[in-house]
């Protein structure tokens, strides 16, 4: 059941209307979502996190093209550090 909540929040972030995003966390219910965009580093992709500071739920989404709503000032530094990170550790591993 969340899960179908999330991937209405997520697909409404990246190319729904942004105006009426005030979205409530969908396992809590208590708070609102917090969300940002990102590019991974070095291809042309972009990611999404969702996170919920009252519950600490976290989700990430890997984005395979440009998503409609992308804007720089969507992107939180701190979640665009937790993706250069990610993509550290996958050179590493590759
Ligand atoms: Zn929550």
Redesign the pocket.
């Known amino acids: 059941m969340e899960e179908k909540l999330l991937q209405k929040v997520a697909i409404t972030i990246t190319d729904g209307d942004l105006a009426n995003a005030d979205f409530l ?7 609102k ?1 917090i969300f940002s965009f990102t590019k991974i580093p070095s291809s042309q992709r972009f990611g999404l996190f969702i996170e ?6 976290r989700q990430h989404y890997g984005l395979l093209s440009k998503p409609k709503n992308f804007r720089e000032d969507l992107v939180i530094e701190e979640y665009q550090e937790l993706e250069n990170q990610v993509a550290k550790l996958i050179k590493k591993d590759g």
């Open positions: 966390c969908p396992i809590c219910g208590k708070s979502i919920c500071r009252n519950c600490g739920y």
